[in-house]
């Protein structure tokens, strides 16, 4: 395959208007893990409304709709930034699922939450296109592993605070006014988005360049070992934000409270632990480290510790499986820290969007998996033990795609006829 060596870095650090962008991705996607978790936070509820009638494999269902439209939409949403630019695509999107957010709990029946959560997932997918057009095409190499934690970080601190701060109001309140207030509520990012967000920065500057076309994308081997590596990372994350509340509730006994609070520190330990990740494997690449050594160690390290998640259920003890949790959560943060990094490095800022949308439309069926079959395995058991050994299988197998399948971290030339991969 053809690649193009990287200009030579110039070590700059990120600029104040950058780093205002920065923040504005940071906490939309905050606001979109918040708004796509809190029904798993919701679950040992739901099952109490007698119109509801939640049963387990209901329950997968459901948790795993979202993912139906996430995923499909994923690449529209990709050929959307790069024809057009990121700034209005987000803006849409993001009123989309906020909307959608706020009428989960004002409709009735299961068909209408399936629906509600089909809408969600439909506004959610321009997200991630977004990030990495505007990642690849302002931020250098040595300033992306920080970029890319610090949004990947607002994918667990959202869920922390959204466990946390859920698992306790709709204890109290009910969690049909906590939907209607996290919708209307979080709507109020999209004054700043129109704020803050400067026009050179908002990817139009590449949004006219053609670039390769998705069969083109989809015949590099570096694209596949991404898409395989990103759907078992994803597998381990949407497995934890879907069924890990009724798990501690329904297998570990314990309280609402208690569930809140150690959902809460297992995001937040995994959020910190990609921040300093990625701040560090910037620093060696600012230093001289190659972007293929520095990032591939921290794919291929984080899931081959993060296989460790079948001990949560293997182990006696509620002190010990929140260990367990707690590690594997770290290793996954150190993973997430750098798969980003290395797609957009590879695309480019002409195929970012694109590569982007097909990428995440790929690993997001992990979202339909993974909630699905944990649901009927609970079902047909009783128990989580199945469920768990399943997802370190997937994780050990996107180990694998990134150590034998991703060669160098560097761009590829998109202006010249790819070979066939080898």
Not at 281 to 288: K, N, P, S
Not at 290 to 316: D, H, Y
Not at 381 to 408: D, E, I, K, N, Q
Request: a positive charge.
């Amino acid at each position: 395959m053809n690649t193009l060596s990287p200009p030579k870095a110039v070590h700059s650090p990120i600029s104040a208007g950058l780093w205002a962008i920065l923040i504005l991705m940071v906490v939309s996607v905050a606001i979109n893990y918040i708004d796509r978790t809190s029904l798993s936070t919701a679950a040992p509820l739901l099952g109490k409304e007698a119109d509801l009638d939640i049963t387990p494999a209901k329950m997968g269902v459901l948790l795993s709709a979202f993912f139906w439209t996430y995923a499909l939409l994923q690449i529209a949403s990709g050929w959307l930034v790069d024809r057009y630019g990121v700034r209005w695509v987000m803006a849409i999107g993001f009123f989309i699922w906020s909307a959608a957010t706020a009428a989960t709990g004002i409709v009735h029946g299961f068909a209408a939450l399936v629906v509600m959560r089909l809408l969600l997932g439909a506004g959610e997918s321009v997200a991630y296109p977004c990030y990495s057009k505007i990642i690849a095409a302002n931020f250098a190499e040595h300033q992306r592993g920080l970029a890319n934690s610090l949004i990947d970080a607002g994918t667990k601190f959202g869920p922390a605070l959204g466990v946390l701060a859920g698992g306790i109001l709709m204890e109290r309140y009910g969690w049909r006014n906590v939907f209607i207030i996290l919708g209307l509520g979080g709507m109020l990012w999209l004054l700043a988005w129109f704020k803050w967000m400067p026009a050179g920065h908002s990817g139009n500057e590449t949004a006219q360049v053609e670039g390769p076309g998705f069969a083109t994308i989809a015949a590099q081997r570096p694209a596949w070992a991404t898409f395989i590596g990103h759907f078992s990372g994803n597998y381990l994350w949407y497995f934890l934000i879907t069924w890990l509340p009724s798990y501690l509730v329904k297998e570990r006994g314990f309280s609402m409270s208690e569930m809140a609070y150690v959902g809460a520190l297992a995001f937040l330990v995994t959020g910190i632990a990609t921040i300093i990740t990625g701040a560090l494997a910037d620093r060696a690449i600012a230093r001289g480290a190659t972007a293929t050594r520095v990032r591939k160690f921290c794919v291929i390290t984080g899931l081959g510790l993060a296989t460790s998640i079948v001990t949560v259920t293997l182990v006696k003890g509620s002190a010990a499986s929140v260990g367990c949790l707690m590690f594997a959560c770290i290793s996954y943060g150190v993973f997430a820290s750098s798969h980003w990094a290395i797609a957009q490095t590879i695309a480019g800022p002409t195929a970012a969007g694109k590569w982007t949308g097909l990428q995440n439309c790929l690993a997001n069926f992990a979202g339909v998996a993974a909630p699905a079959f944990t649901g009927f395995a609970v079902e047909r058991t009783g128990h989580f033990f199945w469920a768990f050994a399943l997802c370190s299988a997937v994780v050990l197998m996107g180990a694998a795609a990134y150590a034998f399948w991703l060669g160098p971290v560097a761009p590829l030339d998109w202006s010249r006829k790819p070979n066939t991969p080898t």
